[in-house]
């Protein structure tokens, strides 16, 4: 297997006209399942937004996109509290079902905190990028935690192909799965997304067991040698 040398490898704040790269991307990032029929996916896929709404998201939100040389080849993109609170996700925030006897209101119980939301995770489908996912979305956790949010959600396709993706690191660090939502894509029609939530405290020096917590400092050697 060849990878890129880590010395071409950086990850940097987005900048305005990464959105047309962005785009690119995205489209090349299909929902098809694996060979194999499982109905899964490990290559990743994206849904929704434009080269506009990149921009508008490097202006108003959180992007950090991975380049090597001088080649935009991965970003990652998250919602501050305040970008939240204007975003469609947010507006459809009842229509997720939680998994317990809460019913579609429960998360009123959160909504006084200060909020943080992992919206897209894209690399192009090459196997020295791919390595690169996990240092993406704990750049932009531990930016969204560093900005104040108290508690971060993501949403991750479980059908009708099961994204497979970030579901690692979701386990790594402890996410917790609250339910499902389902919605539909004029690109896809109808899918099914699980909702995970993120405390702070699972990525501190406290969380989890000794090798979770190794697990987690590794990462962020690994992101703070990408960021050079």
């Avoid at 196997?127 to 750049?139: E, G, K």
């Avoid at 919605?183 to 979770?212: K, M, N, Q």
Wanted: proline fraction near 7%.
């Amino acid at each position: 297997m060849s990878h890129a040398p880590a010395s071409r490898l950086r990850l940097r704040p987005g900048a305005p006209g990464d959105g047309a790269a962005m785009l690119a991307i995205k489209q090349r990032l299909r929902m098809l399942p694996d060979p194999g029929g499982d109905a899964s996916s490990r290559g990743g896929f994206l849904l929704g937004s434009t080269a506009a709404q990149y921009e508008a998201m490097i202006e108003g939100a959180q992007v950090d996109v991975l380049v090597d040389g001088g080649e935009l080849v991965g970003f990652v993109t998250a919602l501050p509290d305040p970008a939240l609170r204007r975003s469609d996700v947010w507006a459809r925030r009842g229509q997720i079902a939680l998994g317990d006897d809460r019913g579609p209101g429960g998360l009123s119980a959160v909504e006084d905190l200060r909020l943080g939301y992992l919206d897209q995770l894209a690399l192009l489908p090459d196997p020295r990028y791919r390595l690169c996912a996990p240092a993406l979305a704990w750049r932009a956790l531990t930016r969204l935690f560093a900005d104040g949010s108290e508690l971060v959600f993501t949403t991750v396709v479980a059908w009708p192909v099961r994204n497979l993706v970030t579901r690692p690191l979701l386990a790594a660090i402890g996410a917790i799965r609250l339910g499902a939502i389902d919605e539909r894509y004029p690109e896809v029609g109808a899918i099914t997304s699980d909702v995970f939530c993120i405390t702070r405290a699972a990525l501190g020096p406290d969380a989890g067991d000794e090798r979770r917590r190794a697990r987690m400092a590794a990462l962020e050697r690994w992101t703070a040698r990408l960021l050079g």
